[in-house]
């Protein structure tokens, strides 16, 4: 009797929901997203005692939002159903552009609001709307500090009693020294705020001269932060500057190196905001030569670049290209300096200083051609160089060693800081890679010699391409042939 046997039954890939960091990112970004399109249609202003809500949809600001909102969203549900890191980059940009225009948008309501609520005729009073729309954008912003999506947990470190995101484990060489060299510069940053005179009126003044020739959507929240300031310029001093020295120390130990990271990237595009006005890029005075666009901007773009877990395994790859920007690291450097030869050439010659129209012209031209050379392998090294030359030059000449002699600066200005991204950028020959497996270095075993020795004993081997079975027969060759028939007489 025979009997015809069924076919097998086809296994049907089913996906799986997205767990871990992947499914919160996502789902925080499209409840953000979800928020601020609430926001924007609850009432942005009531008027007669609530009698006559105004919604905010009612009005182009309004709408702008809510579109925004659709964006932030949509990113969250292709970061649930694809992953990858531009639908993050995508919801946690959109969601600090939306943060800044709905902060903006509440000072100017408040203000309104404080000028009409004497009057008998028009008593007006700020609706729900706006606090929501912030409320959603900061969520959206706050997805970009997640930890990576392939981790599933917050672990703890076994070595450290911190937990394991805060650490950076994995980074050496060049990506570790730009961390060290970022730390180091902050503690500068630190020192400087300490100064005698940041304790007196004068440093909210400073602040209040970057809303100068700004247009309203600047200006107004860099006069009020120096307005806020100005009330009690000791404490927000101190607390300025303390926070700048957490962060440098954050950057110098391992424990904390990832969390101080996440941390500069926060604090820097504050300051680029509410203390440096953009860097003064919207103003028709701001100069390369004199520090813009702004060292702030360029502290977060390090930050960026130095973050951990990068991998620069083939020659002729960069700390930039491991670093969460990817591919567009390349578009970043673009950005930077054809933008800076964009403000050379548009600024007036009397804010610089080098008068003459041909040194203009020169900086110019040697922006631009730094700003393309990334973009062509074999001008790679030669514009980087060239970069680092000119960043010397910006230092020296146009910035004054950025005046941290004069008591008065903040921070060593943009030169620096050019050096240190170029650093970036410089793509590693063979010598200059990690040689060591990437499991070793997560294994921390160069943290432990006795370990790291025990380690690459059977490193020459694996490095050599043997497999299982080459070192199965290396092992037979050095016993006695009986042995060996033995063995597979036993099998």
Known sequence: MTTRSQPAARAVAVPSWPRGWRAAAGLTAVAAGALIITGA?????????????????????GRELAAAGAVIAAAGIWQLARGGQAARWLAGLAGFAAAGFAGYLLIQLVRTVRDLGGDSMVIARPGPGLPVVLAGSVAAFATLLFPPSAQATLRRDPGTRVFSWTADRESVGLRRALQIALGAVWLLDAALQYQPYMFTRGFPDMLAMAAAGQPGIVAGPVTLAAQAVS????????????????????????????????????????????????GGVFTTAASPLTGAPGAAVLYALLAVLAWPGGREER??????????????????????????????????AQTAPFTAGAAVVAFTVVFAAVAAGVLIPGLTRPALAVAAVAAVVIWVTGEQFGAIFTGQATDPNTGPLLILIAAAFWPLRGHDRLREPAALVRGKVLDFPERARASTRTFP??????????????????????HAVASRSAR
């Open 315 to 348: 020659p002729g790859r960069s700390v930039a290209d491991g670093s969460p920007l990817g591919r567009y690291a390349k578009l970043a450097w673009l950005l930077l300096w054809g933008g800076m030869a964009w403000l050379m050439a548009t600024s007036p």
């Open 41 to 61: 249609l609850l009432p942005w202003v009531e008027a007669f005692a609530g009698l006559l809500p105004i919604s905010g949809i009612r009005g182009g600001n």
């Open 231 to 278: 009330a009690n310029p000791a404490a927000w001093n101190a607390a300025f500057a303390t926070i700048q020295l957490a962060l440098a120390v954050g950057l110098l130990f391992r424990a904390t190196a990832r969390a101080a990271l996440a941390g500069v990237v926060v604090w820097a595009v504050s300051v680029w905001w509410l203390g440096e006005g953009l």
């Open 461 to 482: 081997a694996a490095l050599a391409g043997a497999g299982q079975a080459d070192l199965a027969r290396r092992g037979q060759a050095g016993k006695p042939p009986g």
